[in-house]
Nanobody
Framework: QVQLVESGGGVVQAGGSLRLSCVASGSITGIGTMGWYRQVSGKQRELVAT???????NYPDFLKGRFTVSRDNTKNTVYLQMTSLKPEDTAVYYC?????????????????WGQGTQVTVSS
């Protein structure tokens, strides 16, 4: 089974920093795009950052400059460095990855999500 396991969430004061990590494990041939999304209660899940297998990144304009996504392909891990955190950043953060598998006959890809980790920024 393929799993995405997150760590690094918690409570931080406004202006502080947190670093989230997400490790993919299981029957994996390769990993394409990885990224992070977040969801506030009662609102739609929104994009935080994505990073391609080649290292190209994408951020929404309102977050660019404060958050940085990176990856370590040797560890099947994606990171999210969050700085200058604001109370409005409080949300459940979800890890995402496009993973290639080999089932013994052919290669195929699926989309996977982590379980989510709570980030709370206090005033």
């Amino acid at each position: 089974q393929v799993q995405l396991v997150e760590s690094g969430g918690g409570v931080v004061q406004a202006g502080g920093s947190l670093r989230l990590s997400c490790v993919a494990s299981g029957s994996i041939t390769g990993i394409g795009t990885m990224g992070w999304y977040r969801q506030v209660s009662g609102k739609q899940r929104e994009l935080v950052a994505t990073i391609s297998s080649g290292g190209s990144t994408n951020y929404p304009d309102f977050l660019k400059g404060r958050f940085t996504v990176s990856r370590d392909n040797t560890k099947n891990t994606v990171y999210l460095q969050m700085t200058s955190l604001k109370p409005e950043d409080t949300a459940v953060y979800y890890c995402y990855a496009v993973i290639t598998h080999f089932n013994g006959i052919r290669y195929y890809t699926d989309n996977y999500w982590g379980q989510g980790t709570q980030v709370t920024v206090s005033s």
